[in-house]
């Protein structure tokens, strides 16, 4: 059921915010046109973030969270099992594909997860978030099949995210639209191996497993 309550403004500021850089991308997008599309003053926005930085993935954020709030509710109403998760899963990609503009800017910021930074530590917060919350949403909807998923929930969503990273990587390489077209075939692929080995079926649950050391 649709909340009846109207947007407070910092909700406004966000969509406002994931519309424009969706749209003109991060060099594109100002401060003022997102306060013009959310109808806030400029220095209300200002005050509420330092920079498009903030303010970008304070919107990513903000769409995650609404996801997850989306799954949470669907399971409560009994819509779990796999195609709930593929839904779930298209929303996540459309999330992301509506920011392709701010895609090259999102490659750049994640690469800097590992400064020492308040930059670097507002990072590594939404990681740690989302991660979370995937996690979360998982086992909303498999509440009924947790023992037959094919991951524990903690490292599917592990998963799911690193793909998703992936697949805005090549986002920010796109050019052309033949180029965007085989990302969306990307993601239709992903889409069809979490559909087909989601759940274990009959072979085994993958064990724990020990972390694999990286040469690098």
């Known amino acids: 059921m649709a909340d009846p309550r109207p947007p407070s403004s910092a909700d406004r500021v966000l969509r406002a915010a994931a519309r424009i ?15 013009r599309e959310a109808g806030v003053s400029p220095g209300l926005l200002r005050r509420s973030f330092d920079s498009k930085a903030e303010l970008l993935l304070s919107a990513q954020r903000a769409t995650f969270r609404q996801l997850h ?11 779990r099992g796999l195609d709930s998760a593929l839904d779930a899963l298209d ?13 090259p800017f999102l490659v750049e910021l994640l690469s800097l997860a590992d400064r020492d930074d308040p930059t670097g530590e507002r990072l590594r ?3 740690h ?9 998982i086992r909303h909807t498999f509440a ?11 490292r599917m969503a592990v ?9 805005v990587v090549e986002l ?7 180029d965007f077209a085989a990302i969306d075939q990307s993601y239709s692929d992903m889409r069809e191996l979490f559909r087909r080995f989601v759940l274990a079926q009959d072979t085994e649950p993958l064990p724990a497993a020990e972390p694999i050391p990286l040469p690098w």
């Open 21 to 35: 850089f969706g749209r003109a991308g991060y060099s594109g997008a100002t401060l003022a046109a997102v306060a």
């Open 69 to 79: 709030q989306r799954i949470v509710e669907r399971a409560r109403h009994g819509e």
């Open 91 to 103: 929303g996540m990609w459309g999330s992301v594909r509506e920011l392709r503009a701010g895609a």
């Open 172 to 178: 920010a390489r796109a050019r052309t639209p033949e």
């Open 129 to 137: 978030e989302s991660t979370t919350l995937l996690e979360d949403g």
């Open 125 to 127: 917060t939404f990681f």
């Open 144 to 154: 009924d099949d947790l023992g037959a998923l094919a991951l524990p929930p903690g």
């Open 159 to 167: 998963v799911i995210r690193v793909l998703l990273q992936g697949l």
